[in-house]
Nanobody, 124 residues
Framework: QVQVTESGGGSVQAGSSLRLSCTAS????????MGWFRQAPGREREFVAG????????NYLDSVKDRFTISRDRSSGTAYLQMNSLKPEDTAVYYC?????????????????WGQGTQVTVAS
């Protein structure tokens, strides 16, 4: 079983930046897309950003498109989510996931392995 671990969350003021990291317990997913999702209290889990197996294709939730950047290091199997200009509405638990596919999907069912999540809290 692959374990996915997120790190880098925290509590910040609006306008600040955070960088989330995602690692897998073994080198898996190098030929798979990776994605970040988030879930705020009382809301459904939503897709935030995804990146293809080779990093050549990325997609984003519209509300984060100009502020967040997803990247990956295939040699280490690590994915990152650089979050700039954070807003209170970005407050959520952020999850990293490894897809069953080579290209990123916005659908949670397309992802096979999930981390436990890291909390991001943005104060106004």
């Amino acid at each position: 079983q692959v374990q996915v671990t997120e790190s880098g969350g925290g509590s910040v003021q609006a306008g600040s930046s955070l960088r989330l990291s995602c690692t897998a317990s073994r080198r898996t997913g190098t030929n798979n897309a990776m994605g970040w999702f988030r879930q705020a209290p009382g809301r459904e889990r939503e897709f935030v950003a995804g990146i293809s197996w080779n990093g050549g294709t990325t997609n984003y939730l519209d509300s984060v498109k100009d502020r967040f950047t997803i990247s990956r290091d295939r040699s280490s199997g690590t994915a990152y989510l650089q979050m700039n200009s954070l807003k209170p509405e970005d407050t959520a638990v952020y999850y990293c996931a490894i897809s069953r596919l080579a290209v990123p999907s916005t659908t949670p069912d397309s992802y096979r392995y999930w981390g436990q999540g890291t909390q991001v809290t943005v104060a106004s």
